[in-house]
């Protein structure tokens, strides 16, 4: 099918139904924020409607002319690595027979691992400082046929990074990101997701040729969904970002109802 969109879905935090975080939020809170609840409804929803989970590498392969998709491919990732991801988001879809890629900052996973805390930056929540999952969490997710992609080490803004420090500054959290992602997984990420959606011509060329796919990331609101379908370079995947100010009618939509 030459027509063919793939819905890229980025999540960040999920959280059980009775967590605080979840009390407030409304229309213009609650950026990067979902319950399981919905969460489950969602990938039932995927279930019920013919939809499959594939693998970022199996779109990249696609998009690059080496598989075939299925008719109705989706999906999954979880951006930063959470803590949440690994106790509420791995349950869910582990029942559900699903996988995704997680994108962890590094710098984060690596405190968390010590046993630190880590204040971030980002644009759906602002400054701020929650649970990371440690590198056993990281395995946990490879074990359970997750991908594991790049994030950068400190969630650092690439554009700004690039303005600030030149391609050393860029190439320095690469290298930070990947030092670590050898020593404790023995692996260095294929696909990379840019924090914030922050990023330019010239991160891109520096990046495509350390990573097999380059993310972008748009945050709107009202919503407006960016597409990947055929014609979308690897090096440029859109993708739908969902959070509780995504109502289930709006989602539906994403799949052509
Ligand atoms: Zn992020």
């Given at each position: 099918m030459t027509d063919q969109r793939v819905p890229i879905l980025v999540y960040h935090h999920v959280y059980p139904q009775?967590?605080?975080?979840?009390?407030?939020?409304?229309a213009t809170q609650g950026a990067g924020i979902i319950g399981r609840p919905e969460l489950l409804r969602q990938m039932q929803y995927l279930v019920d409607h013919g939809w499959q989970v594939v693998t970022s590498t199996r779109i990249v392969d696609w998009l690059n002319g080496t598989t075939s998709l299925p008719r109705q491919a989706v999906v999954l990732h979880f951006d930063n690595g959470w803590l949440d991801t690994v106790t509420v988001a791995l349950p869910v879809l582990r029942d559900l027979g699903m996988t995704a890629t997680c994108f962890p900052i590094t710098g984060a996973v690596e405190e968390a691992s010590c046993g630190r805390g880590t204040t971030v930056r980002t644009l759906?929540?602002?400054t701020i400082r929650k649970p990371f999952m440690t590198w056993d969490g990281v395995q946990d997710l490879l074990d359970e046929g997750w991908e594991i992609g790049a994030h950068t080490h400190t969630h650092c803004k690439v554009a700004e990074q690039h303005a600030d420090e030149g391609d050393d500054g860029v190439i320095q959290e690469v290298q930070e990101s990947h030092a670590l992602f050898e020593k404790h997984l023995g692996l260095v990420p294929a696909h990379f997701a840019y924090p914030s959606g922050s990023r330019n011509d010239r991160t891109d060329a520096l990046l495509s040729s350390r990573y097999r796919s380059l993310r972008r990331w748009h945050v709107s609101f009202p919503i407006v969904w960016q597409v990947t379908d055929r014609a979308t370079s690897p090096m440029a995947l859109e993708c739908q970002n969902i959070d509780v100010r995504v109502p289930f009618d709006a989602f539906r939509e994403i799949f052509g109802e």
């Open positions: 009775d967590a605080p975080e979840l009390t407030d939020v409304d759906t929540e602002g």
